[in-house]
Nanobody, 124 residues
Framework: QVQLVESGGGLVQAGGSLRLSCAAS????????MGWFRQAPGKERAFVAG????????YYADSVKGRLTISRDNAKNTVYLQMNSLKPEDTAVYYC?????????????????WGRGTQVTVSS
């Protein structure tokens, strides 16, 4: 079993930055691809960014390219999402997830473990 706990969310003005963290316990994450997803009120949970198990590959949703950066520190069993130039439309609950596949996956169905989420609110 893998337990994931997100932190770092909060309220920020448009144009500001936040750094989300996802700490894992139970197993080492180095063999898992990791993803960040978000869910806004009334919308489905959507892929934001993914990183391969080694960290060598990353992939982003078009809406966040150039503003959000995913990274991981396997020694600390932690994945990060640096969020810059935030917009009101980035407001959502952000979830991290682990996939037993080594490659980055977009559909939520490929992810086996999920955190409980952290709220990000961007004011205009």
């Amino acid at each position: 079993q893998v337990q994931l706990v997100e932190s770092g969310g909060g309220l920020v003005q448009a144009g500001g930055s936040l750094r989300l963290s996802c700490a894992a316990s139970g197993r080492t994450l180095s063999s898992y691809a990791m993803g960040w997803f978000r869910q806004a009120p009334g919308k489905e949970r959507a892929f934001v960014a993914g990183i391969s198990g080694s960290g060598a590959s990353t992939y982003y949703a078009d809406s966040v390219k150039g503003r959000l950066t995913i990274s991981r520190d396997n020694a600390k069993n932690t994945v990060y999402l640096q969020m810059n130039s935030l917009k009101p439309e980035d407001t959502a609950v952000y979830y991290c997830a682990a996939s037993t596949t080594a490659a980055i996956m977009i559909p939520t169905s490929f992810y086996n473990y999920w955190g409980r989420g952290t709220q990000v609110t961007v004011s205009s």
